[in-house]
């Protein structure tokens, strides 16, 4: 079923607002610890439910602090969207680590490596063995 344009400005609006909410208001040190982007925002049918997507660059370690951060800010955040935004109920707010841009840095890496093999190679078949 494709979603509502009431759906899909209600999600860009809490993207950015949470964005913004990252960035200057939650106070915790531990989301400031590592570089966090709001990647996406999901907001089911019925405005209830949003599932906000975050990407964090850093250490595994930072991540998982990171995360811890973001749950406990988590009423935090669903109130101030409730006063920014003036719904008639606010979505109740889930905070999923987005590891799709980490994953495709990894695909690119190899990507290079492969493509770096391959010209090392065709480099090698060019070059005259010298004759004895």
């Known amino acids: 079923m494709p979603t509502s344009r009431r759906v899909s400005r209600v999600a860009a609006l809490i993207q950015e607002e949470v964005s913004q909410m990252v960035l200057h208001d939650i106070k915790d040190d531990r989301v400031g610890a590592g570089m966090v982007s709001i990647t996406d925002v999901d907001v089911s049918g019925d405005l209830q439910h949003a599932k906000i997507y975050v990407s964090i660059y850093g250490t595994d370690e930072v991540r998982v602090e990171t995360m811890a951060g ?18 008639r109920r606010t979505p ?3 905070f999923i680590e987005d ?3 980490e994953r495709g840095d990894r695909m690119l890496a190899l990507l290079n490596q492969l493509n770096q093999e391959r010209q090392g190679k065709e480099l090698e078949e060019d070059i005259p063995e010298a004759e004895s």
């Not at 800010?73 to 003036?86: K, Q």
């Open 70 to 87: 973001l749950k406990s800010a988590t009423g935090y955040v669903r109130r101030e969207l409730g006063r920014r935004m003036r719904l």
């Open 92 to 94: 109740e707010v889930v």
């Open 99 to 101: 590891r799709g841009i």
